[in-house]
């Protein structure tokens, strides 16, 4: 299936660096990054009691300070709706499509992304419930044919909803 065979009928983009709690967790472990690399490398002083070799430092500001930032400004889930399938792109980490096919029914809802998945972002690949969430507790449950469910998260849940309905009720 591919995404010139329809037409989007719905969008919804979701950051992460809008979500002020992660962002505030990130941007905490980048700004310790940056304090030991300028305490270590640039004012020539160890950092901590038993401090690594200067090489180290580098890789963990690197990593840490400047990519663990970077990642979640540039990472996001986009979910569209088009007129012969569904496209979840969770960049940049996966890209899934799935054709109204293979979709029994729906369900708009409210969930614990804790206790139902263990958290947000991609949950359960390799079990019967999958989920893609940012941040919240509203989504749209698509139940398979197959038996498998997956959830969406969405901050437009019955929009979503709405727009995925219309596609399964035209012929």
Not at 129 to 141: D, F, L, M, P, T
């Amino acid at each position: 299936m591919n995404q010139q065979s329809g037409f989007v009928t719905f969008r919804e983009e979701q950051d992460f660096h809008r979500v002020w709690w992660i962002m505030l967790l990130v941007l905490g472990i980048a700004a310790l990054m940056w304090w030991g690399f300028v305490q270590q490398i640039i004012l020539n002083e160890p950092w901590g009691n038993n401090p690594g070799p200067d090489w180290f430092m580098w890789l963990f500001w690197l990593l840490f300070g400047i990519g663990l930032p970077a990642l979640f400004w540039w990472m996001n889930m986009v979910v569209e709706v088009w007129t012969d399938h569904i496209q979840i792109h969770y960049r940049p980490f996966s890209k899934r499509t799935i054709p109204f096919s293979d979709i029994e029914r729906i369900q708009a809802r409210r969930y614990s992304a804790l206790k139902e998945y263990g958290g947000w972002g991609l949950k359960g690949w390799s079990s019967k419930k999958v989920a893609y969430n940012v941040s919240g507790n509203q989504g749209v449950e698509l139940f398979l044919k197959n038996g498998r469910t997956i959830m969406i998260g969405s901050q437009k849940p019955q929009e979503l909803a709405e727009a995925i309905e219309a596609q399964l009720q035209t012929p």
